[in-house]
């Protein structure tokens, strides 16, 4: 059963490589993940759909598993964020490779052992898209949230690999 299933995980991965989508084109589903934040024990994965050329909409989620690196004062147990984003760029343009956008989002911190993270929260982000190859891709973002709880600016900057399904 094991042998089948990496089998068809790998025919799956093989098709969607050859029939993979550009930036921007609606229709694409992007998946990426901060491989640097599995080194403090948090995963940090993004979901995106382009729904046009130049809107999306992406969902983004971090979850900590260990509290070895980070403190539980100063990080939440969970994050959701969900949001449109508005992309500048388009192919005609700019190519295929390059990929500039600005949104915004809402979403939703929670700690178990600090209540003063357990908050809805909103901000905007700022990020750049370059595509390596044909699916893959890496992105770098500024990112600004403010809690409804505290009356501050939380800055913030990831970088992210992904995949174009």
């Given at each position: ?22 930036f921007n084109q609606s ?71 390059n990929d500039l956008y ?64």
């Open positions: 059963m094991k042998k089948t299933l990496i089998l068809l995980v790998f025919v799956a991965l093989s098709i969607t490589k050859a029939f993979s989508q550009q229709g694409s589903f992007l998946i990426s993940v901060n491989p640097l934040k599995l080194f403090y024990g948090i995963i940090n994965a993004e979901f995106e759909y382009q729904v046009t050329s130049s809107v999306s909409i992406q969902l983004s989620s971090e979850y900590v598993l260990f509290h070895y690196i980070v403190k539980k004062e100063k990080h939440p147990d969970f994050v959701i964020r969900i949001g449109p984003r508005y992309h500048f760029f388009n192919n005609k343009d700019f190519g295929d490779r600005f949104g915004a989002f809402s979403g939703y911190t929670w700690s178990k052992d600090n209540n003063q993270m357990r908050s809805f929260n909103f901000g905007t982000e700022a990020g750049y898209k370059y595509k390596f190859e044909k699916p893959v891709y890496i992105n770098s973002k500024i990112i600004l949230t403010s809690p409804f709880c505290r009356p501050k600016i939380i800055p913030g900057f990831e970088c992210l690999f992904g995949y174009i399904l």
